[in-house]
C-alpha cells in the first residue's frame, strides 16, 4: 500500500508524505529536471536491508541540470516496523565534502512514523576546490540502513518510505552556483502556477532553472518467516511474544544466577541472548536492555520508539569501603559485579546512597552482584552521584568484575575508570 497516492486525507494532520511534482499530461507543468527515487527493497522480519536513494535526469523534461552543490533532504518511514541503523553516502561518496545525517524526531506518534534529515555539500569551503568531472551525481547519492522489526505479524506488509516535507528548506537541492534548484511543494493547487512568488508551502521560489523535481517513496516488502529468523527483542523465553512479565523474571533470573535464568541448552541460550539486546545497541544482556524491557514490558514504553545514544560516560571511582559512580545523566538503572576473597563475605552488608526504589544482590562464591534501580529519582553526578558501600569494609581489596549503567528509557551509559580483569 502506498500512502501517497493522495496527500489531501493527510494534511490536515499537520505532516505530509508526497510523491511531489506532478507532471502527468495536461496539468499545464513542465516535466521535472530531476527525479529523486527511494529504492525498493525485498526482506524478511529481523533482516538489515540496505534501501538506496537515486538522482537521475529527466530525459523528458526541457530544462537542463549540469551542476550539483548540496542537497537537504528529509525522509519519514514507519519507526514500529524500520529501526534507522545508519546513513551513508552512495556511490558519489567522494563528490560529498560534508555528509551528514540526524534524525529529526517522531513526527506522528498515531501513524508511528518518524523522520531523518539528510545533508551533503560538495564544496566544504576548505579550500580545496571539488573536482568538475564530479558535478552531477547521476545515481546513488546515499542508502538508509534498517532494521526490520523481527515480529512475524510484519510478513507481508510492504512498508513506505516517503518524503516529508514541514518547512521550506526540506528537500531542496542547489546548482553550482548555490542557487536553490528544486523545492519540494504540495500537491498543486488551483491557484498554483510556477509564475506565482510562493509556493503552496508559502516558500519564496527559488529555482531559475527548473520547474520542480519528481519524489518517488520506495518500499519494504517484508516476506514469510523461516526458522532461521532472529528472535524478537525481549522474547526471552521464545515464545513469540515479546517483553512480557516472564520475559522480566528471566531477565533478573539470568543477572543474579538465581532459578529462571537462561536456559542451559546451547542452541537456545544464543537465542535467548540475542534476544536480550532489547535496545539493539549491540550489547546483549544490559542493564538498559533490562530497563527497556521493564519499561515495554509494563506499557509505558515501545521497544521500536526512536531514540538517541548518550553522549559522555560516567566517572567509576574506587572507595576503600565501596565505589562511587558519577553520571553524565540522570542514571536509572546500575548494575555491578565486584570480586571479593571468600573470607570478606562473611557477614557482608551492601548500603546504597541514595536510596534507590528496588534493590537485589546476591553471592556466588565471591562474586558479589547487584541491581539497583533508581526510576522514582534518577541518579545524577550534582550531589556525587551514586555510593554502594560494603561493611564490613574489605580488608584485603576487592575487584571490580563488571558494570552497567542505564539512562532512560533503557540507553547504555559508557564508563571511564573501569578496566575488566
Not at 284 to 308: K, N, S, W
Amino acid at each position: 500500500m502506498r500512502f501517497c497516492v493522495s496527500l489531501l486525507c493527510l494534511s490536515a494532520l499537520g505532516w505530509l508524505l508526497s510523491c511531489s511534482g506532478s507532471t502527468e499530461p495536461g496539468n499545464g507543468h513542465e516535466a521535472a529536471a530531476l527525479v529523486v527515487q527511494i529504492g525498493d527493497v525485498e526482506a524478511r522480519p529481523g533482516d538489515v536491508v540496505v534501501v538506496p536513494i537515486t538522482l537521475a535526469l529527466n530525459p523528458d523534461s526541457p530544462n537542463h541540470v549540469d551542476s550539483l552543490s548540496s542537497f537537504n533532504l528529509l525522509i519519514s518511514y514507519r519507526y514500529d516496523v524500520l529501526q534507522l541503523l545508519n546513513v551513508t553516502p552512495g556511490e558519489g561518496d567522494s563528490l560529498w565534502e560534508h555528509f551528514t545525517y540526524r534524525r529529526d524526531g517522531k513526527l506522528n506518534s498515531e501513524f508511528k512514523r518518524d523522520a531523518v534529515r539528510i545533508i551533503a555539500f560538495r564544496d566544504a569551503d576548505d579550500g580545496v576546490a571539488p573536482s568538475s568531472t564530479q558535478a552531477f551525481p547521476a545515481g546513488e547519492i546515499a542508502r538508509l540502513v534498517f532494521e526490520v522489526n523481527p515480529r512475524p505479524e510484519f510478513a507481508g506488509d510492504s512498508v513506505e518510505i516517503g518524503f516529508q516535507s514541514l518547512e521550506c528548506e526540506d528537500n531542496t537541492l542547489a546548482d553550482g552556483a548555490d542557487h536553490a534548484l528544486l523545492h519540494f511543494m504540495r500537491e498543486y493547487e488551483s491557484a498554483d502556477s510556477l509564475s506565482a512568488p510562493n509556493d503552496t508551502l508559502r516558500c519564496p521560489r527559488r529555482f531559475p532553472v527548473s520547474s520542480d523535481a519528481q519524489f518517488h517513496a520506495g518500499l519494504v516488502r517484508i516476506g514469510a518467516t523461516s526458522d532461521d529468523t532472529p528472535p524478537q527483542p525481549g522474547d526471552l523465553n521464545l515464545d513469540g511474544v515479546s517483553s512480557d512479565v516472564v520475559d522480566v523474571v528471566m531477565f533478573i533470573g539470568e543477572f543474579l544466577r538465581r532459578e529462571h535464568g537462561f536456559s542451559e541448552d546451547p542452541a537456545i541460550r544464543a537465542r535467548q541472548i540475542v534476544a536480550s539486546d532489547v535496545n539493539r545497541d549491540g550489547m546483549p544482556g544490559r542493564i538498559a536492555d533490562f530497563e527497556m524491557l521493564h519499561r515495554t514490558a509494563f506499557r509505558d514504553y515501545d521497544v521500536y520508539q526512536p531514540y538517541e545514544r548518550t553522549s559522555g560516560s560516567a566517572g567509576l571511582f574506587r572507595l576503600i569501603s565501596g565505589v562511587q559512580i558519577v553520571p553524565p545523566v540522570p542514571m536509572s538503572m546500575t548494575y555491578l559485579e565486584i570480586w571479593l576473597p571468600q573470607a570478606e563475605t562473611s557477614g557482608l552488608h551492601v548500603d546504597v546512597r541514595p536510596e534507590p526504589r528496588e534493590f537485589a544482590w546476591g553471592l556466588q562464591g565471591d562474586t558479589l552482584r547487584l541491581w539497583l534501580d533508581h526510576r522514582n529519582g534518577p541518579v545524577t553526578g550534582d550531589f556525587g552521584g551514586l555510593f554502594i558501600y560494603l561493611s564490613p569494609a574489605p580488608q584485603n581489596g576487592y575487584e571490580i568484575v563488571d558494570v552497567h549503567l542505564s539512562t532512560p528509557p533503557g540507553i547504555e551509559i559508557p564508563v571511564t575508570g573501569f578496566d575488566p580483569p
